[in-house]
């Protein structure tokens, strides 16, 4: 089975600050990894996804995360942040290889940003 | 852009009456799924589903039934409502079960009073 921590249930941040949002997973297999933001009000949208190749992804708005295998780390940084990152930002896992519900995403429990002007 | 879609954003049912939350997806997806958000919980998965007519048990179904008819469309069933079931139901499609992105609609917040 997989398990996701986030860390920080919260992050305030000013604006222009860089910002780190933390993620451990704990899995006995290879996993596929992902970071959703919610928007107040709103459903998840996908922020990025770690499916194979560079362990450094970007999305197209100036967050990235370094997938570390050693570590079972996803962490999401952004160098600079804008009063509309303000959000709640899920890490999720799930298996490369399907075995019933556990092919489902396994989702952390949330990390809400708050930038502040 | 793929586009699922629930029926209603905010919901107010009394104790015990059947509720129906109803969820549509535009991109013909085999896998639709039903989650329960509620604060410093996360999401977690009542049930989900990866062909038509098909369904399975995810992490939290008790108290809930699930119905799909057709591909397009799955159906959350509170049997009979209790205040504990107060929470943000939140769908999501997926072409593929595993490894792959799930997309979500706006959420239904759910009050039972």
């Known amino acids: 089975a997989q398990s996701v921590t986030q860390l920080d249930s919260q992050v305030p941040v000013f604006e222009e600050a860089p910002v780190e949002l933390r993620c451990n997973y704990s899995?006995?297999?290879?996993?596929?990894l992902f970071w959703y933001v919610q928007y107040p009000n709103q459903g998840l949208q996908l922020l990025l996804k770690?499916?194979?190749?560079?362990?450094l992804v970007e999305s197209i708005n100036g967050f990235e995360a370094e997938f570390n295998k050693s570590q079972t780390s996803f962490h999401l940084r952004k160098p600079s942040v804008h009063i509309s990152d303000t959000a709640e930002y899920f890490c999720a896992v799930t298996p490369m290889n399907y075995g019933g519900s556990q092919g489902n995403l396994i989702f952390g429990k949330g990390t809400k940003l708050s930038v502040k002007p | 852009d793929v586009k699922v879609t629930q029926s209603s954003r905010y919901l107010v049912k009394r104790t015990g009456e059947k509720v129906f939350l109803e969820c549509v997806q535009d991109?013909?997806?085999?896998?639709m799924f039903w989650y329960r958000q509620d604060p410093g919980l996360g999401l977690r998965l009542i049930y989900f589903s990866y062909d038509v007519k098909m369904k399975e048990k995810g992490d939290i179904p008790e108290g809930y039934s699930v119905s799909r008819e057709k591909k397009e469309r799955f159906s959350l069933i509170l049997e009979s409502a209790s205040t504990n079931q107060t929470s943000m139901y939140l769908c999501a499609s997926s072409l593929r079960v595993w490894g792959d992105i799930q997309y979500f609609g706006a959420g239904t917040r759910l009050s039972v009073l």
């Open positions: 770690y499916l194979s190749g560079s362990t």
């Open positions: 991109m013909d997806h085999e896998n």
């Open positions: 899995s006995s297999v290879s996993v596929y």
